[in-house]
């Protein structure tokens, strides 16, 4: 068994308001619009409560392959300023990657100073933070597309 620390963290510039860049987080239908896995994948949810204490279930994969699972439990929402969530991912039945997620939004030249970090354990070698990183900063590119209209 084998157990390794990792750090996500990133940066991005977003053109629109806190407001808009906020909503694209709370609700199912737009996270379902950004958070798109990529060709030959599927994502969905089994549940989607965005309040504290409550917890998201996402089940994402290729098609017909086998499916992740992401619980994210919310421990604090500052509507427009913060979210901070505990986050688990498990594989074949097997836990992968447990940590937390903090993300802020401020007002930053005339748009919004998004920023992410993910401190996480990654169990076994089944996963690790470059996975991680490749996966945050294609969503962020995807969350771009999105507050501009734009389809994937």
Known sequence: MSLVEGIVDLTELLAQPVDAVFAAWSSEESQLSW??????WELHFDQFQFTVG????????????????????YLE???????VYSTSL??????TFAGTVVVTFEEADGGTRLHLVEQGLYFDAQDDVANHRSGWESMLRALKQYLHGESR
């Open 77 to 83: 929402i500052c509507v427009g300023k913060r979210l």
């Open 54 to 73: 409550e917890t998201d279930v996402c089940r994402f994969g290729p098609v017909d392959g086998e499916s992740y699972i992401n619980e994210n439990r």
């Open 35 to 40: 958070c798109d896995p990529g060709d030959g």
């Open 90 to 95: 498990v594989s074949d039945g097997r836990l």
